[in-house]
C-alpha cells in the first residue's frame, strides 16, 4: 500500500527521528518514567514557604511552546491536569565538554508537540510564574505530526481550533489543543458516576444485557442489521435494553439499571447519533408518578454534583433543574400551541389536522406517530425547562400500562429540556395478553411499511406469563443530558468519537494516478 502524502514539516521531523537514532537516543524508550507530581499540584500548592517541599518533581507531557533565550529556554509541558512552564539552563544540561543534550536534541531536534519527562525542582520568577526549574530531561515520544497552532493570550486560548472535521474526526488532536474539551468529558464521567452513585445509595442493581440480540425490541426505531456466521441467523445491534431489563424484575431484582450502549440506522443531527448512551432503570412496586418524583430527585443531584448547582446555563438560557418540575399532557399541549383538541381524533381526522398545519405525512403513518409528528413539530421545542409531558394516547405506547382512570390514555411521561426529549418513562404494561395485543398491532404497521415498528418478542411475552409485579422503568438520554449539563450545542460536542463518513487519505500514489 502506498504510503499518505507528507507535508514539508512532517518530513523534517521523521529526518529528525533518525538523526537521534543515529545519536543512540531511542525516541520511544519502553522503561517507565518516575512521574510524582503534576503541573496543577505544583501551581496549586506551591509558595515561597514551602519551597523545598518541591525539590524533587517528576513531571511528564507535551512540549507546547519554546522560547529561546540563547543559554536558557522557557518552555511549556501540558500534562493530564495542566500546564506548568519550564526553565532548562545549558550549563546545568551539559556536563563538561558534552553539549549535545541541550545545543542539539533540545534546540535542534525537539518540536513542539514532543512527549518529555522532566526532574528539577519548582520556584517562582520575576515575573510571579510558579516554574520547574529543569535539571533533567527524557525524550518519551518523538511527535511526527506537528498539531495545529492556536494563538494564545496570557496563556489563555482565544483563537482554538474549531473547524467540526478536524474537532469530530481527530479528537486526540482536539483534546490536546482545546482544554475545554476535556473538561467536557471529565464533566460527562461525573455525570455518570453521579447518577450510578444516586442509584447504588438507593438499593438499585447495575447489570449488563445483550447487545446482540435476535429481535430488536424495546423501542420504535430502525435497527443495524447483521449475521452471526457460526449460528447461520441474522442478528441485531440492540436499540434498547427494556425487555431484557424487565426480564429481570420477573426474576424477582425488585431495581436494576443499565448504562446501554444502544443503536438507532436512523438520521444524523446536532441532537442524533447512530450509536449513542442510555441510562434505563425499572423498579418493581413503583408507578409512573413516583417515576416522575425520582427522575427530579436525580436531575437535581446530577446538576449539582456536575455544575454546583441547579440554575445551568444553556446558551443564551438558564435552565433550572430545580424539583418539582411542570406536568401537562400531551393532548393539553398540543392544543396550547395548536389551539387544535386531537384527543377523540381518528386517523383520517389527524391526517386533516397536519395538513391544516403544513406538517408532511406519508401513508405508512398510524394515529400515534401522527399524533407523535404534531407534538415534535408544533409543541416540543416550547418546553425549554424541565417539563413533564404525560399521558399520552395508547397507540403511541406499546409498551405501557393503560391509564387508571383515563380511558384510552397510557401512563407514560416524557421529560422536556431546552426543547428536547431526554428522558421517556412508564408505568410498565405487565398484562401478557394486553402485551401481546399491541405487539399485533405493531406486526400490522409493519406490514404497512412502517420500518420503525416492534417486533413481536415471543419470549418476552413468555416471561410476562410468569407474572411480573407493577413496575415502573424510564429510559435516559445520557448524550442530551451531558449536552446540557456542558452546555454544548451538538451531541458530537459529548462523544468522544462521533460518527463520520470514512476518511479519504491521499497517497503518493493516488496522487500519480489523479495526474494521469
Not at 525542582?121 to 515520544?141: C, D, M, P
Amino acid at each position: 500500500m502506498s504510503a499518505p502524502i507528507l507535508s514539508e514539516q512532517e518530513q523534517l521531523r521523521r529526518e529528525k527521528l533518525a538523526e537521534l537514532i543515529m545519536m543512540g537516543i531511542e525516541p520511544y524508550p519502553a522503561a517507565l518514567f518516575p512521574v510524582n507530581t503534576y503541573s496543577t499540584d505544583i501551581k496549586d500548592n506551591f509558595s515561597d514557604e514551602n519551597a523545598a517541599a518541591f525539590t524533587d518533581c517528576c513531571v511528564a507531557g507535551r512540549i507546547m511552546s519554546v522560547r529561546d533565550m540563547g543559554k536558557a529556554n522557557f518552555a511549556v509541558i501540558q500534562d493530564t491536569k495542566g500546564r506548568i512552564q519550564l526553565y532548562i539552563k545549558r550549563e546545568e544540561i551539559c556536563s563538561g565538554d558534552d553539549k549535545t543534550l541541550y545545543d542539539i536534541v533540545w534546540k535542534k531536534l525537539l518540536d513542539i508537540g514532543d512527549i518529555i519527562g522532566v526532574k528539577g525542582y519548582a520556584f517562582r520568577t520575576k515575573t510571579g510564574e510558579i516554574t520547574l526549574h529543569v535539571k533533567e530531561f527524557t525524550l518519551l515520544s518523538k511527535a511526527l505530526r506537528p498539531l495545529p497552532i492556536v494563538k494564545e493570550a496570557e496563556g489563555q486560548t482565544f483563537d482554538a481550533v474549531t473547524d467540526p472535521e478536524f474537532k469530530y474526526r481527530q479528537r486526540y488532536a482536539d483534546l490536546i489543543i482545546n482544554p475545554t474539551v476535556r473538561e467536557t468529558f471529565i464533566k460527562r464521567t461525573k455525570l455518570v458516576n453521579s447518577i450510578r452513585t444516586f442509584l447504588n445509595e438507593r438499593g438499585a442493581l447495575e447489570v449488563d444485557t445483550p447487545v446482540l440480540q435476535s429481535i430488536p425490541g424495546g423501542a420504535a426505531a430502525r435497527p443495524f442489521i447483521t449475521h452471526h456466521n457460526a449460528l447461520d441467523i441474522p442478528l441485531y445491534l440492540r436499540i434498547a435494553n427494556e425487555l431484557y431489563l424487565k426480564r429481570l424484575i420477573v426474576g424477582g431484582f425488585d431495581w436494576v439499571y443499565e448504562f446501554s450502549r444502544n443503536f438507532r440506522n436512523e438520521g444524523m443531527d446536532r441532537t442524533h447519533n447512530p450509536e449513542f448512551t442510555i441510562l434505563e432503570f425499572y423498579t418493581a412496586y413503583k408507578d409512573y408518578f413516583w417515576m416522575m418524583e425520582t427522575t427530579e430527585q436525580l436531575l437535581e443531584r446530577a446538576a449539582l454534583d456536575v455544575c454546583g448547582g441547579t440554575d445551568v446555563p444553556v446558551g443564551d438560557k438558564t435552565i433550572s433543574f430545580k424539583a418539582p418540575f411542570k406536568r401537562i399532557s400531551i393532548f393539553d399541549a398540543i392544543q396550547e400551541h395548536t389551539g387544535i383538541d386531537v384527543s377523540r381524533m381518528n386517523e383520517e381526522q389527524l391526517r386533516s389536522v397536519c395538513k391544516q398545519l403544513h406538517i408532511g405525512v406519508d401513508a405508512t403513518m398510524g394515529k400515534a406517530k401522527l399524533i407523535d409528528t404534531i407534538f415534535g413539530e408544533k409543541c416540543e421545542k416550547k418546553y425549554i425547562q424541565p417539563t413533564f409531558i404525560v399521558d399520552y394516547p395508547v397507540e403511541m405506547s406499546p409498551l405501557t400500562k393503560k391509564h387508571r382512570d383515563k380511558q384510552g390514555l397510557v401512563e407514560r411521561f416524557e421529560l422536556m429540556i431546552n426543547g428536547k426529549e431526554v428522558a421517556n418513562a412508564y408505568s410498565e404494561l405487565n398484562d401478557p395478553l394486553d402485551q401481546r395485543e399491541r405487539f399485533e398491532e405493531q406486526a400490522q404497521l409493519a406490514a404497512r411499511g412502517d420500518d420503525e415498528a416492534m417486533f413481536i418478542d415471543q419470549d418476552f411475552l413468555r416471561a410476562l406469563e410468569y407474572g411480573m409485579p407493577p413496575t415502573a422503568g424510564i429510559g435516559f438520554g445520557i448524550d442530551r443530558l451531558c449536552m446540557l449539563l456542558t452546555n454544548s450545542p451538538s451531541i458530537q460536542d459529548v462523544l468522544l468519537f462521533p460518527q463520520m463518513r470514512p476518511e479519504k487519505v491521499q497517497t503518493e500514489q493516488q496522487e500519480e494516478e489523479d495526474k494521469a
